[in-house]
């Protein structure tokens, strides 16, 4: 973790000791107790108990994602419309993980090749026939320009 110090004070790293349960819900903002080195410059200007800001590396990996609106709720569980070979459609429950942007994670029901409704899918049921479309393309810049 890199933590800055609102004094001002130069960027120190540390190690992430504990993470608070809850995030206050009107200023987003969370308690993470962080473990820093103790014999450096940097860390003389960094006091107990003083408010900083941090950034955290949480890594990465790969991971099946879908856009958000891919994903239908309903009675407390998270779907998604599956499109079969005749157009129809199968509901079909998924685990979710993060979300980042308008992209979410699929941790489970769900093979990475099936082809799902990617919106509007609160508005069909298990059975329902679909046209199925192909994405549109991204927009090729002009030649020249």
Do not use: C, H, W
Not at 21 to 36: C, E, F, K, M
Not at 84 to 99: E, I, Y
């Amino acid at each position: 973790a890199s933590v800055a110090a609102t004094s001002g004070a130069a960027p120190v790293t540390g190690k992430v000791r504990m993470v608070a349960p809850t995030v206050d819900a009107q200023t987003r903002n969370g308690i993470v107790y962080v473990d820093l080195v103790t014999s450096t410059k940097e860390t003389s200007e960094v006091k107990a108990g003083m408010f900083a800001r941090g950034e955290f590396d949480v890594g990465s990996s790969d991971a099946l994602t879908l856009p958000q609106s891919a994903v239908v709720l309903r009675d407390g569980f998270s779907y998604v419309l599956k499109v079969g070979p005749d157009a129809k459609v199968t509901q079909a429950k998924v685990g979710v993980g993060r979300r980042v942007g308008d992209r979410i994670e699929i941790t489970s029901g769900l093979d990475a090749s099936a082809k799902v409704v990617a919106a509007g899918g609160g508005f069909l049921s298990d059975g329902d026939t679909v046209k199925v479309v192909d994405a549109p393309a991204a927009a090729k810049p002009a030649a020249g320009k």
